[in-house]
């Protein structure tokens, strides 16, 4: 199995940016496709983004497209979220999570999950 770590989390102004990352140990990083989930309070975890495997394909929900951008090294085991012109609806919980496989959407199609890293935009 793989163990996921997130950072990078904080307290920026709206209009800012944020850079998490999803530091990964375990079996073999460039095993798993990985994807980033938040979850605002009294809201369920929803999808944002994803990467496969290689890094070739990625994967963004409209509300996002444009603002932030998924990454990976593989040679570091890393994946990252660049977080740029980050709005007061952004603030949540951002997730890492990891499967085998190609790139799904769904909250249950991830075998592995971070702690989570609090993002709070302020307006």
């Known amino acids: 199995q793989v163990r996921l770590v997130e950072s990078g989390g904080g307290l920026v102004q709206a209009g800012g940016s944020l850079r998490l990352s999803c530091a990964a140990s375990?079996?073999?990083?460039?095993?798993?496709?990985l994807a980033w989930f938040h979850q605002a309070p009294g809201e369920e975890r929803a999808f944002l983004t994803a990467?496969?495997?290689?890094?070739?394909?990625?994967y963004y929900v409209e509300s996002v497209k444009g603002r932030f951008t998924i990454s990976r090294d593989n040679a570091e085991s890393t994946a990252y979220l660049q977080m740029n012109s980050l709005k007061p609806e952004d603030t949540a919980v951002y997730y890492c999570?990891?499967?085998?496989?190609?790139?799904?959407?769904?909250?249950?199609?991830?075998?592995?999950w971070g702690q989570g890293t609090q993002v709070t935009v302020s307006s």
């Open positions: 990467i496969s495997q290689s890094g070739r394909s990625t």
């Open positions: 999570a990891a499967k085998t496989g190609t790139v799904l959407t769904r909250l249950g199609d991830y075998d592995y």
């Open positions: 375990g079996r073999t990083f460039s095993r798993y496709t």
